[in-house]
């Protein structure tokens, strides 16, 4: 009876269900014949995203709707043959394929990419972790322009950071913002998941990112129905039913409960 009440106060109150919970919502969607589940079945290394939360849901559309234009057909037309030669690189190294797209986000899969804060080619390391990590930088030399050697360089560091985080979302988030930055903001909110962690706007967006390419790449058909359909539309009004049913369920449960 407790459990009942404390789920129902929570979405009456929050408006969502408490984090155990995420699976039975997903269900619950479902079996309501509100949105195929197929659509949310959506994960970044094996890690499953909580689409089923309306703010995930709607940074996610809205970076599918953004990576649906001809110039980005175009690259992933172009990246194709290099794509095949970045997987099993990262494969060597226990890092999972999804971080092939990765290239894309930084440097378009472009050797000659550079920042303005210096880094540089494919992967864009700054010069002191690419040389870290075995790869040459000088005047005369840049080995993070080379497809093959940067790869093995971005895999030995992806490793590191994952053994540093436990959790390939991290990874994501250390690789855009650096490990240190990541670990402070989990040390100082107490928090462990990427999708709960405040962070800058940039490495907010750059899990989205990443999942928006590897869903083009992976599932054209699912992004069409994303980018163009009114799935955030159904999942908000899914939302507010819930909120009213368990409003009712709360005041219920909370009139048995005096009157018993």
């Known amino acids: 009876m407790i459990r009942l009440i404390f789920m129902a106060f929570s979405i009456a109150i929050w408006g969502k269900t408490p984090t155990s919970e995420v699976e039975v919502e997903k269900k619950d969607l479902k079996e309501a014949n509100i949105i195929n589940s197929d659509l949310l079945a959506i994960d970044f290394c094996g890690e499953a995203i909580p ?72 992967w864009q390391l ?31 560091y992806l490793r590191e950071l994952h053994r540093q985080l436990g959790s390939w979302t991290l990874v994501a988030a250390a690789y855009n913002a650096g490990p240190t930055h990541i670990q402070s903001r989990m040390d100082s909110q107490n928090k462990d998941d990427y999708f709960k962690l405040r962070l800058n706007s940039e490495t907010t967006r750059y899990i989205y990112k990443l999942l928006a390419v590897k869903e083009w790449f992976s599932n054209p058909e699912r992004s069409k129905e994303w980018g163009s359909g009114d799935v955030v539309e159904r999942l908000a009004d899914f939302k507010i039913e819930q909120k009213k049913a368990a409003t009712q369920l709360a005041k219920q449960l909370v009139k048995a409960t005096t009157d018993s």
């Open 51 to 122: 689409l089923s939360e309306l703010r995930i849901a709607e940074r996610y559309q809205n970076m599918i709707r953004n990576y649906d234009n001809p110039n980005f057909r175009k690259l992933m037309t172009k990246t194709q043959k290099r794509m095949r030669i970045i997987e099993p690189i990262l494969k060597k190294y226990g890092v999972p394929a999804d971080f092939k797209y990765l290239p894309l986000i930084e440097s378009a899969m472009n050797d000659d990419a550079m920042s303005r804060r210096g880094a540089g080619g494919y």
């Open 126 to 156: 700054m010069p002191s972790t690419a040389k870290s990590l075995g790869l040459v930088v000088n005047e005369t030399r840049d080995d993070r322009k080379h497809l093959v050697k940067s790869t093995h360089a971005a895999g030995k």
